[in-house]
């Protein structure tokens, strides 16, 4: 089982809102990522856990908070999003987060600000 | 710093072979990878190499690497409907998780 999956498949939120994304493996990875992509253009990481520490964030504003309850679940806080925040928002898993693993993406989570 | 390029746009005629071509600068670079999306959907991991490998095949989808050039491509034999999306070149640098991904080439299929 290669899978990786994201809730809600679509989310609107006004600007004032709070929401989460939730994403989940049960491949036994101890790597997971958040990505963001805007439309036409590759995918821009955004967070790395691994062995549920952040280890990477890619400069991100604060609005976004990422959470990692444990190694199969892997969170995307979300407060006062700004439109220009709407985009797919993917998340995917490695083995322990080293270079020459693959990454397994999920099918991602699109936000729509308003 | 790293930089991996695409060219955007490839139509093929429904059967004949498509090779989407992929350029990177990061000479460390270990792996390489093709990612598959389809229109509203996530990535899906198609194929990788190493980089001590020149080929590799698997079923329709050849992967030629030339490291002297960086120079990769993606052949996909007997082009279907079905193989229409874009296609992410991506090269991990070998010093951490980021993978740097292309822009994508939108393979389109003619009848």
């Known amino acids: 089982d290669t899978e990786v999956t994201q809730t809600p498949k679509h989310l609107v939120m006004g600007m004032t809102n709070k929401k989460s994304l939730k994403c989940e493996q049960h491949?036994?990875?101890?790597?997971m990522y958040w990505y963001k992509q805007k439309a036409k253009k590759p995918p821009e990481l955004m967070f790395v856990?691994?062995?549920?520490?952040?280890?990477i964030n890619e400069s991100v504003p604060s609005r976004f908070s990422p959470e990692c309850p444990n190694s199969s679940l892997l969170n995307l806080h979300l407060h006062a999003l700004q439109p220009e925040d709407s985009a797919l928002y993917l998340c995917?898993?490695?083995?322990?987060?080293?270079?020459?693993?693959?990454?397994?993406f999920g099918p991602g989570t699109r936000l729509l600000v308003l | 710093g790293e930089d991996v390029e695409q060219s955007l746009f490839l139509s093929v005629r429904e059967g004949d072979s498509s090779v989407i071509n992929c350029t990177y600068t990061?000479?460390?670079?270990?792996?390489l990878y093709w990612y598959k999306q389809e229109p509203g959907a996530g990535l899906q991991l198609l194929t990788y190499?190493?980089?001590?490998?020149d080929m590799k095949q698997d079923q329709r989808l050849t992967v030629l690497l030339n490291k002297k050039d960086k120079h990769l491509s993606l052949r996909i034999a007997d082009t279907q409907t079905g193989d229409s999306a874009i296609y992410f070149c991506?090269?991990?640098?070998?010093?951490?998780?980021?993978?740097?991904f292309g822009s994508g080439t939108r393979l389109s299929i003619r009848p």
């Open positions: 995917a898993s490695s083995q322990e987060g080293q270079y020459q693993e693959t990454q397994y």
């Open positions: 491949m036994g990875h101890r790597a």
């Open positions: 856990y691994s062995y549920e520490k952040l280890s």
């Open positions: 990061d000479s460390s670079s270990t792996y």
């Open positions: 190499i190493f980089s001590n490998m």
């Open positions: 991506a090269e991990k640098n070998s010093s951490a998780s980021k993978i740097i």
